[in-house]
């Protein structure tokens, strides 16, 4: 019911700067947050930044904090993430989804989001 394309991945050198973009198609009725995931080969998916729809809650990962910065735009759907100082252990797979959140506490968890993006790209070179 929802689908989500992400852009913006690429290469960058150690201290560059990426922002990341994800654009929801279908009802915005399936979700009440969006966020961004990221998996490094041979690590776990982690959360790196989440927010409700209605941009009350916003989340961060303990190691992305005070470098990312995420925000939406409700008229298109569309959720950014801003990527500065970034370091080479930010370089994974970085994965739009969408989802029901029930509490600040469920923002950062892989499962309570049921709609997923193919993911993009990050490599940051030191």
């Known amino acids: 019911q929802v689908q989500l394309v992400e852009s913006g991945g690429g290469s960058v050198q150690a201290g560059g700067s990426l922002r990341l973009s994800c654009e929801a198609f279908g009802s915005t009725y399936y979700y009440n947050c969006m966020g961004w995931f990221r998996q490094a080969p041979g690590k776990e998916r982690e959360g790196v930044a989440a927010i409700t729809t209605s941009g009350v809650n916003t989340y961060y990962g303990t190691s992305v904090k005070g470098r990312f910065t995420i925000s939406q735009d409700n008229a298109k759907n569309t959720v950014y993430l801003q990527m500065n100082s970034l370091k080479p252990e930010d370089t994974a797979m970085y994965y739009c989804?969408?989802?029901?959140?029930?509490?600040?506490?469920?923002?950062?968890?892989?499962?309570?989001?049921?709609?997923w993006g193919q993911g993009t790209q990050v490599t940051v070179s030191s």
């Open positions: 989804a969408a989802g029901r959140c029930m509490g600040y506490s469920s923002l950062g968890r892989t499962h309570d989001y049921n709609y």
